[in-house]
């Protein structure tokens, strides 16, 4: 399997992690000139955006690190923009990352994995 067949699976298990546990999908593969976000999910009056990060193993490190500073404001920008096309108001935000390890099929939900600075 190539990381690209890695990367739509770990995202189909993510999303249906997600739906299992309350939440409804806005957007998968939200696009802009900017930078993408995996998943946009919303539960309760709080909007997620996911980044997803699939693995086999940690051999290479956790998922999660993958996720760095650059990768961060990317999704932030991104982000910033569909809240103000989508003309959101008055909901709480977060930026959560999913590692999604393939051997065993565990999920590590990051809730609040970084924030706005």
């Excluded at 993958?66 to 923009?81: D, E, F, G, L």
């Amino acid at each position: 399997m190539n990381n690209k067949e890695k990367g739509i699976l770990g995202e189909k298990i993510a999303c249906n992690y997600l739906i299992k546990n309350n939440f409804h999908i806005l957007e998968k593969n939200y696009r802009t000139k900017i930078g993408e976000i995996d998943l946009i999910a919303l539960k309760g009056n709080k909007i997620s955006f996911i980044e997803v990060k699939s693995r086999n193993s940690i051999n290479y490190g956790y998922p999660c690190e993958a996720v760095n500073y650059k990768k961060q404001r990317k999704i932030i920008s991104t982000a910033t923009q569909y809240i103000k096309y989508k003309n959101i108001n008055n909901m709480d935000i977060g930026f959560d990352v999913i590692e999604v390890y393939l051997r065993n099929n565990n999920i590590n939900h990051i809730e609040n994995a970084f924030c706005v600075n």
